[in-house]
């Protein structure tokens, strides 16, 4: 049988807030003791620090350079992830997550799954979706919508589904937390569930099934899917039941808060009320954790979980005032531009099929590795014993340098800082960084901006400090074979985005 794939993405979750890491705060008690069954690699680095760019490096294996894709105006063109060759090999694929850049944006990260599942706050997922008739028909065609609800097979469902987007957008201190903006991430882990139990992919999850011939109907094959987790991306929310650090008094800072990033940026908001929602970010980050534990748990209790490769790691991290030794005066609030440890350091946990004990790997990975490591998991399928055997090398060590790239504010990102901020020079050119090992076993992180050029040494995911003003010329020797692979082709600019995609792209502070 070959092995099922789960990529389970902690959407803007950093090494340094991880207990498994040594935080002082258990936020993922899950991730500490899954440890103990999967390969922990300790020095993981995101290609990038935001969800778009990220991801394309993760689905194509390619760095920032290579493929290109930092905004809507590219697309990623058919053929190049990864999630595309499991499918034309016979996998049933599907993704499910509230980030609309991996779910609705036209980005192209979402080529290759067939059943595509976004935000579900929904009240009646089966009724009429009001994201989708404004994504048809545009933003205030609100006569037009209740005749679809009217004709419909649920009109009052579909009129109530409509009343609660409406008001998860104007008014959402009046509704209920599970019909916010945002659902949490237990919705998600409920839609992969109903889509793998059903034995014809399609399942009920209330998304697209995009089934372009490539679908499967007789249950038998196995399956590959993206989950992406966005409870701890900002805001910051955590449920009380895992709010242990946080309260009522950061939680007001926030609800006061126009802009997470620029009104500390700009001076607006002193960073020690951004230090102050680090509290109920690590709340955020222990919910996400449960959630992991109980996807993890169902896979054991419907027997597949021995049989699965299971990748546990996050996008990129987050800020919260950390100081900039690149860019001077800047502090690190958020993420996007940028690539200080607390942003490119990131979790990753992996279990191999069959994986029955722990591993610790501490050389320097690249979340880019995901599709050669998918790839070493198929090819070991040749016999049993070979396919659960440790692999002659980790899967996620591979020849090649390990880079980090942050591309400088686009044009849509500036109007958004603007009214903030009235130099953007320092977020504007592109950061570069080359992540190297050394016989000592030190990381040294070499890193370029403008005409700055830094060594750091990092020894541990709470330190980082600066080794030397020099890279000895290492970071523009790796860069130069770092050319573009021609993978993208035209997009959709920001300002032709419809309504409800660039409202949610909006939500997630990136226009």
Same mark, same amino acid.
């Given at each position: ?24 705060? =258990? ?188 679908? &499967? ?24 039941? &895992? ?34 929602? =680090? ?65 490119? &350091? ?59 790239? $942050? ?69 523009? $020797? ?25 409202? &949610? ?7």
């Amino acid at each position: 049988m070959r092995p099922n794939v789960l990529l389970v993405v902690l959407d803007t979750v950093r090494a340094r807030n991880t207990s498994l890491h040594g935080h002082v705060n =258990e936020t993922t008690p899950f991730l500490t003791s899954f440890a103990d069954d999967a390969t922990w690699y300790t020095q993981a680095r995101a290609p990038a620090a935001t969800s778009l760019t990220s991801h394309a490096s993760i689905f194509t294996g390619l760095s920032v350079p290579e493929h290109g894709l930092t905004a809507t105006d590219r697309s990623l063109e058919p053929g190049h992830s990864v999630f595309e060759r499991l499918r034309d090999d016979g996998y049933r694929t599907g993704i499910f997550s509230e980030n609309t850049w991996i779910t609705e944006v036209d980005v192209g990260l979402d080529r290759g799954f067939e059943k595509i599942v976004g935000p579900q706050n929904l009240p009646f997922p089966d009724a009429v979706d009001p994201r989708g008739f404004v994504a048809d028909a545009g933003r205030g065609d609100y006569v037009g919508y209740v005749r679809e609800s009217l004709a419909s097979d649920a009109p009052v469902r579909s009129l109530v589904n409509g009343v609660a987007i409406k008001l998860a957008y104007d008014y959402p201190a009046l509704l209920p937390d599970a019909l916010r903006s945002r659902a949490r991430g237990d919705a998600y882990v409920d839609a992969l569930f109903r889509w793998i139990d059903d034995t014809d992919g399609a399942g009920d999850g209330g998304g697209r099934h995009d089934d372009d011939g490539n679908g &499967h109907s007789d249950g038998d094959e196995p399956w590959a899917a993206c989950i992406n987790l966005m409870d701890a991306h900002n805001p910051y929310e955590p449920p009380a039941t &895992h709010d242990h650090w946080g309260g009522e008094r950061a939680r007001a800072i926030q609800n006061d808060l126009d802009e997470q990033k620029w009104e500390f940026a700009g001076g607006q908001r002193p960073w020690w009320q951004k230090r102050a929602l =680090e509290s109920l970010y690590d709340g955020a980050v222990r919910q996400a954790d449960a959630v992991v534990a109980e996807l993890v748990g169902r896979l054991r209790e419907r027997g597949v979980y021995s049989d699965t490769l299971v990748v546990v790691t996050a996008d990129h991290g987050e800020g919260f005032g950390e100081r900039s030794h690149v860019r001077p005066d800047v502090r690190i609030a958020k993420h996007n531009v940028g690539i200080h440890e607390v942003l490119t &350091h990131v979790p990753l946990l992996v279990k191999r099929p069959g994986q029955e004990s722990g591993e610790r790997v501490d050389d320097i990975v690249s979340l880019s590795a995901f599709p050669t490591a998918v790839e070493r998991v198929q090819n070991r399928e040749q016999s049993r014993d070979s396919a659960t055997a440790a692999p002659d090398r980790p899967l996620f060590v591979r020849d090649g340098p390990v880079v980090s790239t $942050a591309v400088g504010l686009n044009e849509a990102e500036r109007r958004r800082a603007a009214p903030y901020v009235d130099d953007l020079s320092p977020y504007t050119a592109t950061s570069r960084a080359v992540y190297e090992r050394g016989d000592d076993g030190r990381v040294r992180k070499y890193v370029t901006w403008r005409d700055v050029v830094k060594t750091f040494e990092v020894p541990d995911p709470e330190t980082s400090f600066v080794a030397a003003d020099t890279d000895e010329g290492r970071v523009d $020797a790796v860069f130069e074979d770092l050319t573009d692979a021609g993978v993208t082709g035209d997009g959709t600019a920001v300002d032709d985005l419809d309504g409800e995609t660039r409202r &949610h792209l909006e939500d997630l502070g990136y226009v």
